[in-house]
């Protein structure tokens, strides 16, 4: 399965060249063969959070619309990464996902805030989780600071993940924190792990680094310090020879860790 691991950078608070960055980045990539593409982290706005009311997507509407078409006329499955929206009163921080007929199969807000970043002031949290099948594949996606939360990630596993999607604006100044936080997190749940990040020097630092990791945690890709599109193929037999080798989910004992519960 091919994966088109779109690296972009993020122009700040310039939500119409966003739109036609990201437009012609998903269609060089399905040109390179690219069966899903994935995006970075609110990726139509940037970290412009105190400008979120003129220009955070309400409702999801512009976003949708975009997703859906590129997705069904192109046959693509959109990991969408993630944008502002706006619904009633409050801002988020919103995966949408579309298969490659075109149909919404994961809506998902933002479930931790990130205090460091001022998330907590300015978005609300989601609370549900975001499983959803692209073709016959089972798969999640979570949003950046939600990586620290082994638990929400060993929830989506749980529920059937085989790959899990990560879109962020992960700041160099903890990119260590990055790649062993999501190597754990493939070696821990035995699945794949696509995590992508955004690149820009403004207002703060994030150089990249993308990564796709397999889920014996083996590093098959790492994205440039600079814009970069980069289609990695990933085995997907590889979960269950993984999970067969070390039967991690059958010997869990679930009864001595309380309440993590499937679906
Ligand atoms: N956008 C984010 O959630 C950033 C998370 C982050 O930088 C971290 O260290 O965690």
Redesign the pocket.
């Known amino acids: 399965m091919k994966i088109g691991c779109i690296q972009l950078k993020v122009s700040f608070a310039d939500v119409e060249k966003n739109f036609s960055r990201v437009e012609m980045l998903i269609r060089e990539a399905v040109e390179k063969g690219a069966e899903i593409v994935v995006l970075p ?1 609110m990726w139509n706005t940037s970290y412009a959070l105190d400008r979120l009311e003129g220009i955070a997507d309400v409702d999801g509407v512009r976003t949708k619309a975009f997703l859906a078409n590129l997705a069904r006329e192109l046959h693509v499955h959109i990991v969408g990464g993630s944008v502002s929206t706006k619904k009633g009163d409050a801002f988020y921080n919103t995966m949408l996902t579309y298969n490659n007929s075109g149909e919404l199969v994961g809506e998902y807000d933002k479930a931790h805030l ?1 205090r ?2 001022d ?1 907590h002031l300015y978005l609300a949290a989601g609370s549900t989780q975001n499983n959803f099948q692209l073709g016959d594949l089972d798969a999640a996606g979570v ?3 939600d990586i ?1 939360f082994p638990e929400w990630l060993r929830l989506h596993a749980l529920n059937g993940a085989q790959v899990i999607f990560v879109s ?4 160099t100044a ?1 990119i260590d ?1 990055w790649k062993i936080l999501l190597q754990a997190r493939a070696i821990e749940n035995q699945c794949f792990i696509v995590a992508i990040n955004r690149i820009s020097n403004k207002p703060e630092n994030f150089n990249g680094q993308s990564m796709v990791i397999e889920p014996w945690g083996e590093i098959l890709w790492t994205g440039a310090e600079d814009e970069e599109l980069a289609i990695v193929d990933i085995d997907i037999a590889k979960v269950d020879e993984v999970r067969k080798k070390i039967p991690v989910y059958d010997d869990r004992r679930s009864e001595l860790y309380g309440d993590l519960v499937k679906k």
């Open positions: 982290e990130f460091l970043m998330e949003i950046c600071y620290r962020a604006q992960w700041p903890r924190h």
